[in-house]
């Protein structure tokens, strides 16, 4: 299981945001240009790196080798560093649902599952519960990339129920 440990100021800072957290995904395992980026989330290139610096200076982000776009133009690509995979940052989580629903709401539907489940366990077999699905998301995180393969996404949310005391 994957050891999370508690964000720094910066580092909350930074992850406070569902735009950084979408620039994030975009670069991860494929290093992607601030120019990509802006078109991937149809936003302003001058704000788009606002963003993309700040993931750099907190470490989320990585500069790869420059390289020379089609007119000669200096790019430099950007690559996810999966530091945000081993924090806790109590912004972290609203964040993460908003950048959720940004995406999401670009899906086609019937592109999307969703699924809820109410449960009501022991202490010990919740923290098993915990435990295995931690254990579950590390080992598919590990694997490598297939390039041919289509990209899918996860969101997931434990809670107390508010409904069923």
């Not at 980026?37 to 470490?59: E, K, Y």
């Not at 998301?137 to 005391?165: G, I, K």
Request: aromatic residues 6%; charged residues 30%.
């Amino acid at each position: 299981m994957t050891e999370r440990r508690p964000a720094t100021d910066a580092e909350a800072k930074a992850l406070a945001s569902a735009l950084r957290l979408r620039i994030l995904r975009i670069c991860v395992r494929k290093p992607h240009t601030n120019k990509e980026i802006s078109a991937i989330l149809g936003r302003d290139p001058a704000s788009v790196l606002h963003h993309t610096r700040t993931l750099v200076r907190t470490g989320f982000l990585e500069a790869q080798e420059e390289r020379r776009g089609a007119r000669g133009a200096r790019e430099i690509p950007y690559l996810t560093t999966y530091k945000s995979w081993h924090l806790e940052a109590p912004a972290l989580d609203r964040s993460m649902l908003d950048a959720f629903l940004e995406e999401l709401a670009l899906v086609p539907e019937a592109q999307a599952e969703g699924t809820r489940m109410a449960l009501r366990l022991p202490p010990p077999q919740m923290e098993e519960f915990r435990t295995r699905l931690k254990d579950l998301l590390d080992e598919f995180a590990a694997r490598p990339d297939d390039p041919a393969a289509p990209a899918w996404s996860l969101f997931m949310v434990l809670h107390s129920d508010p409904n069923r005391p």
